[in-house]
């Protein structure tokens, strides 16, 4: 497809793991990134990825890359109630210059 | 937080008027760029500069026009705002491709 694609909605517990995927669109891709949008606010740098990787880890934060399938996962571990946000995948393509975005997934976190 | 500012940070207008929004750095970044985000659309891209007077098209540039004669300043022009331009308009930047993207802290724009 042309579109980086995200599922629209996620619900969790607190103190559960989060995982939301996403499927981009260009296999030549060198970054993948996850922004973080909180209410009313700008979109803040999460954590991103290089190509050449399978999976990278900070602290609560797990990616996942699977080049094969073009599909991206961030997984939040220890959910906590400030975690909910909308949250965007994005690539840059490998002849564009700027960064594509999905949809976003709105996080929610019930205590 | 990096230094971009957009300005003003909320606007309503009638429709048919122009419009122009602004968006600062005080970062020298080299790229700049404009997105709009719509509920079930994302953020999609309206236009971006890779420089001083240099600009390009994105997705959704129809309708709207922008200028860089300062490597700070990037403006958005409506030149005859639509209701179906009423967003919210974001503003990045980016030292270079490939680098983590700044975001200002959006315009909410209505027009009515």
């Known amino acids: 497809g042309e579109d980086v694609e995200q599922s629209l909605f996620l619900s969790v517990r607190e103190g559960d793991s989060s995982v939301i995927n996403c499927t981009y669109t260009?296999?030549?891709?060198?970054?993948l990134y996850w922004y973080k949008q909180e209410p009313g606010a700008g979109l803040q740098l999460l954590t991103y990825?290089?190509?050449?990787?399978d999976m990278k880890q900070d602290q609560r934060l797990t990616v996942l890359l699977n080049k094969k399938d073009k599909h991206l996962s961030l997984r939040i571990a220890d959910t906590q109630t400030g975690d909910s946000a909308i949250y965007f995948c994005?690539?840059?393509?490998?002849?564009?210059?700027?960064?594509?975005f999905g949809k976003g997934t709105t996080l929610s976190v019930s205590s | 937080d990096a230094g971009i500012t957009q300005s003003p940070r909320h606007k309503v207008t009638e429709t048919g008027t122009p419009v122009t929004l602004r968006c600062h750095q005080t970062?020298?970044?080299?790229?700049m760029y404009w997105y709009r985000q719509d509920p079930g659309h994302g953020l999609r891209l309206i236009h971006y500069s890779y420089g001083v007077k240099d600009t390009d098209k994105g997705e959704v540039s129809d309708g709207y026009s922008v200028s860089r004669s300062k490597t700070e300043d990037f403006l958005l022009t409506l030149e005859s705002a639509t209701s179906s331009q009423t967003s919210v308009y974001f503003c990045a930047i980016t030292y270079d491709r490939n680098t983590e993207a700044f975001f200002g802290q959006g315009t909410r724009l209505t027009v009515v």
């Open positions: 990825i290089f190509s050449n990787m």
């Open positions: 994005a690539e840059i393509k490998q002849a564009g210059t700027a960064l594509i």
């Open positions: 260009d296999s030549s891709s060198t970054y």
């Open positions: 970062e020298n970044h080299r790229y």
